[in-house]
Nanobody
Framework: QLQASGGGLVQAGGSLRLSCAAS????????VGWFRQAPGGERDFVAS????????LYADSVKGRFTISINNAKRTVYLQMNSLKAEDTAVYYC?????????????????WGQGTQVTVSS
């Protein structure tokens, strides 16, 4: 089970840190991803990390601004979001899947947390 939190309202240029806490069994072979969905839009890939923390991947739109990290002791994945823009406004979801294949593909993730709203005012 995944629990996402940390969303809120922030001004453009500001920062937020999202958390995704995992309960139940986890495996170093699993991947955790962050996705986002704006009103009327598709659920898009944002970033992913494997539980060992050795591999990360970012969408081009957030590269250099967002950082995904993991605290294995707390079984929590973080998404640090800096230099936020109005177009980052969306509901953010975390999800997990076995392995590192197809990490960009929404449908390849089998466990999803509830979303957390991020609103960036311009």
């Amino acid at each position: 089970q995944l629990q996402a939190s940390g969303g809120g309202l922030v001004q453009a240029g500001g920062s937020l840190r999202l958390s995704c806490a995992a309960s139940g069994r986890t495996s170093s072979s699993y991947t955790v991803g962050w996705f986002r969905q704006a009103p009327g839009g598709e659920r898009d890939f944002v970033a992913s990390i494997n539980w060992s923390g050795g591999r990360t991947l970012y969408a081009d739109s957030v590269k250099g601004r967002f950082t995904i990290s993991i605290n294995n002791a707390k079984r929590t994945v973080y998404l640090q979001m800096n230099s936020l823009k109005a177009e980052d406004t969306a509901v953010y979801y975390c999800a997990s899947k076995p392995g590192w294949t197809n990490v960009l593909v929404t449908a390849s993730y089998d466990y999803w947390g509830q979303g957390t709203q991020v609103t960036v005012s311009s």
